[in-house]
């Protein structure tokens, strides 16, 4: 474990894998002393708190200097991105997407061949939402990934890696459909355009013969010093701001000439420097397409004046629902405010799972039904029951997997709420219970339910499978275009054969699956669908479910076309040569950083004292396999005593109070300026009184 009291790097490695495994870092010596016993090794030495805190950062180090120099050696890479918020503070988890070598094979640069990988760049804290603001973040993180690989003393790897290298290196972005990511993209294609053009400018002047370069610094100068007014102003000016213009009229030269160059390139010279491709989350696709249906659905009602879905009030509008419908207020019209209220009133399938998810699901363990749904369900159908669904907005397919769930068990769940409320010292429903008794007692709602279903089982469910289901590995989200041809023609299909698949759905047809889900998966939740077909026949008006089935099909099918526009004939996309596509891989889903914000927050609800260069250091090591990198011959002896010297360094540094303390004078910046803006608005109003 020790040599020359110092932990050997295979020491550091156990205990950033036990820590990785769920060791607390207090007791990483305690276990590893344990281990050393059972395998004969008496008294061996207790690694303190500060070492194991040490190691991890350690490896996250040398993960930093993994990946610049990995990002360093392709030609081309991709990256993904996706914010959240967490205790009012803004994060960002990042990714690239490239080809690495295989260490554990001794390789030392990327095969061309190979399958591309994903590796973490980590989560950044930023002071905003806005598209600048990130960009900003990622500019500083690839810098700080190039300036610290460049440092390490086995790199041999040239000039130093910048975001300038890396915007060239750069084909397209992963991310959801959000306007700020879209932003994003759009301003990093910009920066890629404007740096490809400097790039040109530079080349061109090296490349120029020293008289035409004599004569071209010559017009420049004159006009930099005419700008100002004459060569007495320009001497006379500060040097800071002197060298500050010269740089700039160095920068306009450049420009130029690269502009000039650019326009004399082919088309094909020109899209191997400017092309960037964008391509959103296809999770996001489809949970945006369900909410497209759900909010075409619930306008039918009104559109054909039939009998609307009971009123899912919260406790306090419940309040106003029994003043207007008590008898002493009669035929009196409503009240403007009683009118919002009603108005505002939230009803249909998609609501009672959200209700139903709050009670049966809830997150929190002190809330809601807990472990009684399945435990009670389970005894009802004398066969083992889940937990209900966690219904929640970002999580993707949680509605229609709860709206299953609400037919497939519909009996059980009525037994349950009328259970519930018998049991009571006082018996009665609560607000929540009774809305979710009386939302499954209301057959507008349940047809909802039953087309949520129907919707999840024959689209959602199948087209995930093919997006993320086994055997998608390696599969580029770039080429998914005819994908999203096929589903958008599947939608067309089914609202075209609606009737059909009623008739067949009520008559169960052993090849329903085949015959209508989308590339002829098979049902996941086969329960659910002969409930739906139960009462379809038996319990609902089936001229409603047809047209509430083609209203939310037709607005599934627009939003579809919607969010899959990069795809469209003739776009970016669909251009590119295959090779590009090939350079360009990224994965079809945004689950990676997804995955990794979702591990932030609930690591910072366990240890909410944790730093963030601890929790990145903690998950690059494991993730981006750094362990094999500093096990290979690419490692050296010389940088693990470097890797310690600057684990060292950082901590004494303060890196979490650095980082907070630059968020805090971001906030008194803000506050700074809010208070200027409005202390102005009020000088104009006083102004304008006078």
């Known amino acids: ?24 870092q207090k007791r990483v010596g305690i276990a590893i002393q344990k281990v050393a016993s059972v395998f004969g090794i008496p008294n061996a030495p207790r690694m303190s708190p500060d070492t194991v805190r040490r190691a991890i950062t350690e490896g996250g180090i040398a993960s930093t200097v993994q990946l610049g120099r990995e990002m360093a050696g392709v030609p081309s890479l991709t990256m993904s991105v996706d914010g959240t918020s967490h205790k009012h503070q803004e994060f960002e988890g990042q990714h690239v997407h490239l080809r690495v070598p295989n260490y554990s094979q001794g390789e030392t640069m990327a095969n061309a061949s190979s399958t591309p990988v994903t590796r973490v760049l980590g989560v950044v804290s930023l002071t905003g939402k806005s598209a600048d603001v990130s960009l900003d973040g990622l500019e500083n993180q690839i810098n700080g990934i190039g300036e610290l690989a460049a440092s390490a003393p086995s790199s041999k790897w040239g000039d130093l890696f910048t975001f300038t290298k890396y915007l060239k290196s750069l084909r397209g972005m992963m991310s959801d459909h959000a306007s700020a990511e879209k932003s994003k993209a759009e301003k990093i294609a910009s920066r890629k355009h404007n740096d490809a053009i400097q790039e040109l400018g530079a080349q061109e002047i090296l490349d120029m ?9 010559h017009r420049h100068a004159v006009a930099k010093i005419e700008g100002v007014g004459g060569f007495q102003q320009y001497m006379e000016m500060d040097p800071v701001e002197r060298a500050h213009l010269d740089a700039a009229q160095h920068e306009t030269m450049k420009r130029e000439l690269g502009e000039e160059l650019y326009g004399t390139l082919d088309q094909a010279a020109r899209e191997e420097l ?20 759900n909010r075409e659905m619930v306008g039918v009602y009104k559109k054909f004046g039939l009998v609307q879905p009971v009123l899912l009030a919260n406790k306090a509008d419940t309040a106003t629902i029994a003043r207007i419908l008590d008898p002493s207020h009669g035929a009196k ?3 403007p405010d009683e009118t919002i209220t009603v108005e505002k009133m939230t009803k249909g399938g998609a609501k009672l799972c959200a209700l139903a998810g709050a009670l049966f699901g809830n997150k929190d363990d002190k809330k809601g039904l807990g472990d009684d749904y399945s435990v009670v369900l389970s005894g009802f159908y004398q066969t083992p029951v889940g937990q209900f669904s966690r219904v929640h907005h970002s999580r993707f ?35 929540l219970e009774k809305n979710i008794y009386n939302g499954l007692h209301d057959n507008p709602t349940l047809a909802e339910l039953c087309v949520l279903t129907i919707y999840h089982q024959l689209i959602s469910c199948p087209y995930m499978a093919k997006v993320r289901g086994q055997g998608t590995d390696g599969q580029s989200a770039l080429n998914l275009g005819p994908l999203h041809n096929e589903i958008c023609s599947h939608c067309q299909a089914l609202i075209d054969k609606a009737d059909a698949f009623l008739e067949d759905l009520v008559a169960k047809k052993a090849s329903l699956p085949n015959d209508y889900c989308f590339g002829g998966h098979q049902f996941t939740h086969l329960g659910a669908i002969d409930a739906v077909s139960s009462f379809v026949q038996d319990q609902l008006d089936r001229t409603l479910v047809h047209r509430l089935l083609i209203t939310f099909l037709q607005g599934a099918l627009a939003t579809w076309v919607r969010f899959s526009a990069e795809f469209a004939p003739g776009g970016l996309i669909d251009s590119a040569s295959v090779d590009f596509r090939l350079s360009a891989w990224m994965p079809p889903t945004n689950d990676h950083n997804e995955g990794l914000l979702g591990l932030l927050r609930r690591t910072l609800r366990v240890l909410p004292r944790l730093g963030l260069h601890q929790f990145n250091s903690m998950v690059m090591w494991h993730q981006n396999n ?49 208070r200027i803006a409005l202390k102005r608005r009020e000088t104009n109003r006083e102004n304008q009184a006078r």
């Open 1 to 24: 474990l020790l040599h020359k009291g110092i932990y050997t790097p295979t020491a550091r490695s156990l205990a950033r894998w036990l820590v990785h495994f769920g060791c607390s």
């Open 209 to 217: 013969a020293p008289e035409e370069l004599r004569s071209l610094l």
């Open 274 to 293: 400017d092309i960037f491709l964008w391509a959103g989350c296809c999770c996001h696709k489809d949970q945006n397409s369900f909410e497209g249906g």
């Open 333 to 335: 019209p409503l009240s």
């Open 397 to 431: 397919g949680s509605v229609g997997e709860a709206a299953a769930d609400l037919l497939e068990f519909h009996s059980g769940i009525v037994s349950l709420l009328e259970d519930v409320r018998d049991g009571k010292t006082k018996v009665s429903w609560t607000n």
């Open 626 to 674: 750094t362990d094999s990198f500093m096990s290979s011959d690419v490692w050296t002896s010389e940088d693990d005593s470097w890797v310690r010297k600057q684990a060292r360094g950082l901590l004494e540094s303060k890196p979490e109070q650095r980082r907070c303390r630059q968020l805090f004078i971001h906030h008194q910046q803000k506050l700074q300026s809010a």
